[in-house]
T-cell receptor, first 114, second 114 residues
Framework: NAGVTQTPKFQVLKTGQSMTLQCAQD?????MYWYRQDPGMGLRLIYY???????DKGEVPNGYNVSRLNKREFSLRLESAAPSQTSVYFC?????????????FGPGTRLLVL | AQSVTQPDIHITVSEGASLELRCNYS??????LFWYVQSPGQGLQLLLK??????LVQGIKGFEAEFKRSQSSFNLRKPSVHWSDAAEYFC????????????FGPGTRLSVLP
């Protein structure tokens, strides 16, 4: 049981390049999330998927797209990277089951855009 | 709109000393409140949460937090800090238990002196 896994762990891009961040969970969770973490700002929600086949925008969706490939996988794509997208990206998942359920986070992907 | 402030950016305590991390929130109704811990290079882990009932909540790793509606606060406490508690701590407020409704505070970094 690996929990939430993210690849890659670290990536350097040039402005304008594209890339996809991968996230997978093996806990059979319904909901999955993408956050970005910037110094002094806590986590901000980029996109989420409440269930397989659905995606919705969060607080900071501009410049990103997502795909809920199946129940396990939720990818985040940067079509044309910008320096403002330099951040640490976290994926999380959660079971839909009421107030006792908890979000589980992956280890993060550090992205540097030059 | 909901918001969270964590007044202390960085706190240093000696091992064995008591700890209190402050969290103040703004939310119109009864909030869901959370404390997460992030160890260096890791994702976030839930320490505890409050959504109803007893206003003193016990969590993992010996942490507790108290919800004070009159002060709009949810401060995190631990009676005796261990060196392994050095990490970043995030308070979050939400309209429900689900991540799409969360707002995270900017975090407090805890250093522990031997």
């Amino acid at each position: 049981n690996a929990g939430v896994t993210q690849t890659p762990k670290f990536q350097v891009l040039k402005t304008g390049q594209s890339m996809t961040l991968q996230c997978a969970q093996d806990m059979n969770h319904n909901s999955m999330y993408w956050y970005r973490q910037d110094p002094g700002m806590g986590l901000r929600l980029i996109y989420y998927s409440a269930s397989e086949g659905t995606t919705d925008k969060g607080e900071v969706p501009n410049g990103y797209n997502v795909s809920r490939l199946n129940k396990r996988e939720f990818s985040l794509r940067l079509e044309s990277a910008a320096p403002s997208q330099t951040s640490v990206y976290f994926c999380a998942s959660q079971r839909a089951g009421g107030n006792q359920e908890t979000q589980y986070f992956g280890p993060g992907t550090r992205l540097l855009v030059l | 709109a909901q918001s969270v402030t964590q007044p202390d950016i960085h706190i240093t305590v000696s091992e064995g000393a008591s700890l209190e991390l402050r969290c103040n929130y703004s939310y119109g109704a009864t909030p869901y409140l959370f404390w997460y811990v992030q160890s260096p290079g890791q994702g976030l882990q839930l320490l505890l949460k409050y959504f109803s009932g007893d206003t003193l909540v016990q969590g993992i790793k010996g942490f507790e937090a108290e919800f004070k509606r009159s002060q709009s606060s949810f401060n995190l406490r631990k009676p005796s800090v261990h060196w392994s508690d050095a990490a970043e701590y995030f308070c979050a407020v939400g309209a429900s238990n689900y991540g799409q409704n969360f707002v995270f505070g900017p975090g407090t970094r805890l250093s522990v002196l031997p």
